[in-house]
């Protein structure tokens, strides 16, 4: 639904970030399918499980080694990383401003935005 969704935003000329788990490949590969090859940048944060862990407030990882969360993907159910990904941006190596200019500069490869060093006029720094 979300790259239906997405696509129908996208044809109407809007410029769509989504960001949700999507364990795995065959999903992703049907999303970049509707939204088409061209408009559709896949963009792997990949964090090692530990940083994912120190991320979580409310202990959804705790509860779900604990067996209180059923089919926690990457706990109980797997997670198959992206085999060929648009971009990888190891997020427990950089700061967020730093993930967002990156996906921005890939973004504007596509002719999709402006970096967001140019737009905003800032330097971003890792």
Known sequence: RVAEVAALMNDAGLVVITAFISPYQADRASARKI???????????????????????????????AGEIPNFTGIASPYEAPETPDLVIQ???????????????????????VPMEEACGVAIAD
Request: net charge neutral; aromatic share 8%.
């Open 35 to 65: 939204i088409g090859p061209e408009r559709f940048l896949e963009v792997f944060l990949d964090a090692p499980l530990s940083v994912c862990e120190s991320r979580d407030p409310k202990g959804f990882y705790k509860k779900a080694r």
């Open 91 to 113: 997020t427990g190596q950089v700061t967020v401003e730093s993930a967002v200019d990156l996906i921005s500069r890939a973004m504007a490869e596509r002719s999709a935005v």
